[in-house]
């Protein structure tokens, strides 16, 4: 009777369960005992440690119950030293008013709708904060490895130093990356617009990775759209920042060949409330080993890279393509890939941005 009762109540899992469940547990123990069941009443004693294990830790009470229950012998019967049965029903009572507690708790603290987004929020503060503060120390080693370059190095030592201010860079890219990804998806996130020359920009991104291009024997070469005014406004950091992802992406992946970057203006309709803006688009086209189609899918996607490999032989994390769709998406914009296994890949980016009404002085400037 006491087993079947057990069974019942073990699926109602009422707030009642771990009291009944230990007192009827006693009473196999006392009868299993009387009838020289030695095996039944050792398991009616392990049972009661199980229905009581969740509870230690909650309460003095609960804890002292589990002293209780591991002072019995191998017959199950209890040593001379146990509780009275006056400590012993406190104790009982206590169980059964934590296990009610925890019962209405259960059944009151429904996961509201925010819960995940007040949690995600939480991470996101976390990860903003610890990067933030990764900066600091981060740029004292690149001071640092910068004056040890200036310094009378031999060829070996100078070696050393620079993969280490190398390592320093990626590592303080990849913060950098971490932060504005948390920003943007917290949407604290604020586009910086001002007056900047496009045709400008575009060339000192790719006058800064051509070096790097002809050390490995691969030619890179800017095509400015004669229609570009001159001044138009947008954020210049952030447009840097992207077309800088994708030119060093071009760089990183092309063994031989060419890379080509162009900015255009669009020819498309415009409506009329936008005849200030331009249409613009910006093309980095390599001869690399291009990508899958299954690969492209996932391409801009947080800490995603083609294979593994990647990560292994050129190094980065997958998060520069996130990090620059966030960035033209806030733009109003569209980020793309089309590529060819063997053949190269396109980036494009189509973006739609205002011509800045400044001075005739300034554009010459």
Known sequence: LCVAYLERAGERKDADYPFEAYRLQEVIRVASQALGDTESAEQAVQRQ?????PLVGDSARSQYLSLRLGQFDQGGKPNDDAADDRRL?????????????????????????????ESLERQRRFVAHVSHEMRSP????????????????????????????TSAETLMQLVN?????????????????????????????????????QTKGVELTLTLDSRLPAMLDGDALRLRQILSNLV????????????????????????????GSLPI???????GKGISEEACRNLFTEFMQEDASISRRFGGTGLGLAVSRQLVQLMGGEIGVESVLDQGSLFWVELELPVAHVAESMAIS
């Open 281 to 287: 688009r910006i093309e980095v086209r390599d001869t």
């Open 138 to 165: 981060i740029s004292g080693v690149l001071g640092m490895t910068s004056l040890l370059l200036l310094s009378n190095l031999d060829e070996r030592q100078r070696h050393f130093v620079s993969l280490a201010q």
């Open 177 to 213: 990356d971490i932060l504005d990804l948390a920003k943007i998806e917290s949407g604290r996130f604020q586009l910086d617009v001002q007056p900047f020359s496009l045709a400008k920009l575009s060339g000192e991104v790719a006058d800064t990775f051509r070096v790097l291009a």
């Open 49 to 53: 440690l199980e229905v009581c294990a």
């Open 89 to 117: 029903a406190a104790i009982e009572q206590g169980v059964r008013d934590y296990s009610a507690a925890l019962s209405r708790e259960r059944r009151t603290a429904a996961p509201t709708a925010s819960a995940p987004a």
């Open 248 to 275: 060093g992406n071009a760089v990183k992946f092309t063994a031989a060949g060419t890379i080509a970057v162009g900015v255009f203006a669009r020819n498309v309709p415009r409506p009329s409330g936008a005849a």
